[in-house]
């Protein structure tokens, strides 16, 4: 990326959902940027668009701050000294209570330039979610948001808050869950009536979603039973007693989805089951490292017959990176064939130009080796460039047949545990590395949570790790298991 001398930094606001309710700028910047310095309570998927920048997490959440605020804007002026162009990216709006303002400050004293770029604010967001407008003609005539707790005086609420109990308009306190019992006594004491309508919302990037809804005189008992956690929204007025939600009925409102996954695969699940209702989780993600390979890229320019052997759209993307680093002109291959174990690995070699000239009807390694000792011809050896995690079955199997063959790691998938969610009705599974990952750190699959795989080789290990029944996708692709999730949540809704 050219760029001049002196860095940048860009405050921009994630919003309080998923990465489609990030501005479009916000987005573009994302995806140019070198380095990310990120908020706990962001949409993990807006990483994806980070691509190879630089990732610091510094996300603070109620209890548990992981970076000090001033450790953080040090690393925001140390990055744009070093020349990078540096998004922040913090939930919500940088303005709203985001302390965007204090990064800014320091920005100013450092000399460093810098730029904000809004984002939907929870305070208005996570409301609406819940059907709650936080303004309606001749209910409520203004908003009026406020913190839960102030950072000079430690966690206590603000001193004029019984002036805020005379006011009309409507009460949003953020961050104030922890005080909620004292929020409500104090404007009642200052006037405003028990009987106001109050709710209680969290959403979002939030661990647990509820909206619990009540008085003022009984929000927090309310709130106390459902047990709501931390990041939430208080609406105090009479739009809290509004309904307003969505009556669009998609078919799998309500589900709740783990993924396990690399990132590319994820994002194809997480677009498909997001579009039907569904809210997803990445329950442990998958970095993919290309290795070092110890074969020459020229090799596949010999003038001999060979085949290429690719096994994900992961693989063709790492083997094309391979090749351009080797400075291999595509024109060269005219000897080398290709073959893909299914339609999407398929489609993935196409967007590089290249028609695959087999590709069995079972995605499956089985089904690959098998069509490749009927295709491959005296004389032309096999070569396989995969996941360092994958089965040696179709090397075995060429091998007993007599077929050449050499099996090259290409890449690894390195798995990384997200921190415990909400409960989940589905756990899907990508691949058998994925399974091993998980029970890595996992003794059982939670307790109600489905458990749904792509294919049998990914159903043999999770056979292996749990007696749990558990769901096979009929088609190994994203496609197969959103099918497969939507007949069983239709069956079982």
């Known amino acids: 990326m050219n760029r001049e001398t002196a860095g940048r930094v860009y405050l921009v606001g994630a919003g309080c959902g998923g990465r489609e309710l990030m501005t479009l700028r916000g987005l573009e910047l994302l995806r140019n940027c070198d380095a990310v310095v990120y908020d706990a309570l962001i949409d993990p998927a807006l990483l994806d668009d980070a691509g190879g920048a630089e ?98 005086l430690g966690d206590v609420l603000p001193e004029s808050i019984e002036t805020l109990a005379a006011l009309q308009g409507t009460l ?20 405003k009536a028990p009987d106001t309508p109050a709710a209680v919302v969290s959403g979002g990037n939030a661990p647990r979603r509820a909206a619990v809804r009540g008085v003022l005189a009984d929000i927090a008992q309310k709130v106390r039973e459902a047990r709501v956690q931390a990041p939430a929204v208080i609406v105090i007025g009479p739009v809290a007693a509004l309904e307003m939600g969505p009556t669009i009925v998609y078919p799998l409102a309500g589900a709740r989805i783990g993924l396990v996954g690399t990132p590319s695969f994820t994002r194809k699940l997480e677009q498909g089951f997001q579009a039907l209702g569904a809210k997803t989780v990445r329950t442990a993600a998958a970095r993919v490292e290309r290795r070092a390979m110890d074969f020459r890229a020229e090799e596949l320019c010999a003038p001999r017959d060979k085949w290429a052997v690719l096994t994900s759209a992961n693989g063709v993307r790492c083997f094309f990176q391979w090749l351009e680093e080797e400075r291999i002109d595509l024109r060269r ?100 590395g994925g399974v091993k990952a998980y029970f890595k750190n996992h003794s059982a699959l939670p307790e109600g949570t489905v458990a749904v795989c792509i294919g049998p080789v990914s159903a043999e290990e999770l056979a292996h790790q749990t007696d749990a029944p558990f769901l096979t996708a009929p088609e190994i692709s994203a496609e197969g298991i959103i099918r497969c999730v939507c007949g069983h949540w239709g069956s079982s809704a």
């Open 55 to 152: 990732r610091y997490g510094v996300g603070k959440r109620c209890g548990r701050h992981s970076v000090p605020q001033g450790d953080t804007n040090e690393l925001l002026v140390k990055l744009a000294r070093e020349g990078k162009t540096v998004v922040r990216l913090k939930g919500g709006d940088p303005f709203v209570f985001g302390r965007g303002g204090e990064e800014i400050l320091a920005l100013q004293a450092a000399g460093v330039p810098y730029e904000e770029v809004p984002g939907i604010s929870s305070a208005i967001a996570i409301p609406a979610a819940a059907g709650i407008p936080v303004t309606h003609r001749e209910v409520s005539r203004s908003f009026h948001v406020i913190t839960g707790h102030t950072n000079a």
């Open 172 to 191: 949003i306190f953020l961050m104030g869950l922890s005080g909620l019992e004292q929020i409500a006594r104090r404007l009642m004491d200052g006037g």
């Open 333 to 432: 291959l005219g000897r080398c064939k290709f073959a893909v174990i299914g339609e999407a690995t398929g489609r993935a070699l196409k967007a590089h130009g290249i028609l695959a000239d087999l590709c069995p009807e079972t995605a499956t390694g089985a089904a690959l080796a098998e069509a490749l000792c009927k295709t491959v011809a005296q004389g032309e050896e096999v070569l396989l460039f995969r996941s360092a995690s994958s089965s040696d079955l179709m090397a075995r199997t060429l091998a007993e047949h007599r077929i050449p063959v050499r099996d090259f790691d290409l890449y690894d998938a390195v798995f990384s545990q997200a921190e415990a969610e909400e409960p989940l009705d589905y756990l899907i599974f990508a691949s058998a």
